[in-house]
């Protein structure tokens, strides 16, 4: 059992930048492929970024390429998520997931923090 535990959510004004990060406990997820999602209101849960468990791959959805920037600590069991030049647009809840290499969905999946980009 994983738990995921996200922080560093907040109010940002627009050009701004936040840094969440993503705690593990239960079990180390070096073998972990990572990802982050948000939830707008209204809207369905998007994909953002994901990162392979050696950090040697990265994908981003087109709408935060440039802006966002995913990395992980395996010896500290954390992911993180710097997200740089925030728009209104980015306003949502963040979730990070955690995928075992063994499965093609993600299983586990933090409680979210909220994040909110004022114009």
């Known amino acids: 059992q994983v738990q995921l535990v996200e922080s560093g959510g907040g109010l940002v004004q627009a050009g701004g930048s936040l840094r969440l990060s993503c705690a593990a406990s239960?079990?180390?997820?070096?073998?972990?492929?990572l990802g982050w999602f948000r939830q707008a209101p209204g809207k369905e849960r998007e994909f953002v970024t994901s990162?392979?468990?050696?950090?040697?791959?990265?994908n981003y959805a087109g709408s935060v390429k440039g802006r966002f920037t995913i990395s992980r600590d395996n010896a500290k069991n954390t992911v993180y998520l710097q997200m740089n030049s925030l728009e209104p647009e980015d306003t949502a809840v963040y979730y990070c997931?955690?995928?075992?290499?063994?499965?093609?969905?993600?299983?586990?999946w933090g409680q979210g923090t909220q994040v909110t980009v004022s114009s």
């Open positions: 239960g079990r180390t997820f070096s073998g972990y492929e």
């Open positions: 997931a955690a995928r075992p290499v063994t499965l093609t969905k993600y299983y586990y």
């Open positions: 990162i392979t468990w050696n950090g040697g791959t990265t």
